[in-house]
């Protein structure tokens, strides 16, 4: 394959909410540039960048998918290389977005004519802003029933301001939608329904003629506003040639003074070539940044270090993204972020500290890769089976390090706990579990120490079904999805004193063993202490720590419900022995024992965890935000305001929100986000203890039967 230089490489970002068409629209322009021999529909499950099982059957993209065209506008001589990278639009997956957003230079925001802008729409945009990325705006679907392109335009520049400015108007609507009118050239481009995506060039439709004027006229004047040089042309002639139009344009768009709006039909392959010429013509190449920003160190510490985007520079390059293919083993995508990668060039993995070989370096055409034999700064690539290499490391030349920033992924929202369905799903779990956990940096995995339970952490319900889905197809590992067990314990409010006592006698050596213990309880958090305070030799030495194990079985197993016991002391300060039958058994009973019938004095209670939880939501939402959480026991701590957002803080119960993602996006359409981390354990109310303890305890009846009184000389 012929390689691309950095001043005809761009990298472009297709970002929505879901629903919009982004997938579809990649399609449509991989069609037309002669990339694709048919046009792919989603509704067909044979687009390029939606390849997966999971995507094809749910008609959504769960993961980002790259694709590339080679494209010349009309009267170019050289073609340029458009790298896609089509991301996910449903907030579940969003993550996913801006994870791989880092490779883009720059980003098309796909809009629904009949919806305009949307919850992800919003959140798509801030990533983009927070990656200083220029973006223009394709209102899609312009061919649909009620498709509305004032109405849609009217909700971009709501939301995103005054700089959206479109480069386009539709000719006919809805079903009729044919063509667009170029602003900048003042031409139409007339298309052919399910055509090649060209346009035929035509005069601008008399009955547009005075709506196109005067929205050319705006355009102008927004280009001419940022730049002396053409604000003086343009009082000068009145307007700006098109040449002149097109230079100020690209510098507009490309420094955030303007987001042009284009419009389509993906579906029809109306408005393709425009939308093409238009990534060649005014979006930025990725020397456009000058230099990139990294540090001597990993994780953003060290000092900053700056390596500009160019081939001259030491080769380095960034893991954006990790795949676990069933076949080629682990795939790793990149952006060359300077210099000139060879295929076959070893280079230093600066985050492991290891040697990498890229051998068979690609380009990706969607699952299908196409080798090449050299890479140039800005380029994106990928490569399989690198050793050590894994998402977010850095990548080059052994005598030039830098530590690339990787993207900060939120904590995930939704926990599930996953119980594999058979023996062999049981051991074949971690290895399945550990290559997801390497292509998605939103999952958690882990095992909880109480509950014993695996417990499977993401951003929604439907992304840990996804997960579940591909342990099956991937690893051949069926599991089956249960809501967490509240990890409960229990503790003391008051004190007790009592006798252990263990005599057996069955003939031979007996047991025999008696321990006197004091248990008064500590603050939340200080765990069990155990106190020596037994005198005069009542109990031998070596048999004490018999008895504290003996109290610390007891204690892991409870007394209420069989939660573990926590947050006391138990002062051993009397006993007896006896020179033959006693034993360490004899007094890990008689401890156990101890234990038992100190409870009935020392009020046992449970703790549950409760949580640090913030919400993030629009202000409007904050009242029924508070409201909610006061009704699943929470402490409101506090709310800040943050622009037209607020951050509600609370402390909830763990058990309270096992249910929350789902009711919080119901509660707000999807426009709010929370995080959740443990803070403390805190006293039960006594109606909720009593459900808690009866349920424990029918569901241990129902595991053991009426024999579920486990003998203390069985626990020892």
Known sequence: MKSYTTPFIRNVGIVGHGDTGKTQLVSSLLYTAGMTPRLGKVAEGNTVTDWEDEEIARKISIQTGLAYAEWAPGGAVEKTKINFLDTPGYSTFVNETRTTLIAADAALVVVDALAGVQVVTEKVWDYCTEYELPRAIVINWMDRELANFERALESVEHVFGRNVVPIQLPIGREKNFRGVVDLVTMKALVYAPDGDGRAKVEEIPGELAAAAQAAHEKLVEMVAEGDDKLMEEFFEKGTLPADDLMVGLRLAFQTGRIFPVLLSSALHNVGSDAILNALVDIFPNPASRSSASGFTEPCGKGKPVARVIADKEPVSLFVFKTLSDTFAGRISYFKVMSGILRDDATVQNFTRGSAERFQHVQWMQGKTGAAVAELHAGDLGAIAKLRDTLT????????????????????????????????????????????????????????????KEFLLAGAGQQHIEVVVAKLRKRFKVDVALKPPKVPYRETIRGKGDAEGKHKKQTGGHGQYGVCRVRFEPLARGAGFEFVDDVFGGAIPRNFIPSVEKGIRASAERGYLAGFPMVDFRAVLYDGKYHDVDSSDMAFKIAGSLAFKEAMKQAKPTLLEPVMHVEVY???????????????RRGRISGSEARGTNVVVKAQVPFSEMLSYATDLTSMTQGRASYSMEFSHYDFVPSEIAEKVIAHAKAARLAEHGEGMEIEDQEVA
């Open 392 to 451: 977010g490391d850095t990548l080059g030349d052994k005598g030039s390090p830098i530590h690339y920033p990787v993207a900060r992924v939120p904590e995930p929202a939704i926990t599930f706990a996953i119980e594999p369905k058979t023996r062999a799903d049981e051991d074949r779990i971690g290895q399945g579990i550990h290559r997801i956990l390497e292509e998605d940096l939103a999952l958690r995995f882990s095992r909880d120490p109480q509950t």
């Open 617 to 631: 939501a629009p202000d409007q939402y904050s009242g029924d935000i508070m409201g909610n959480l006061s009704s």
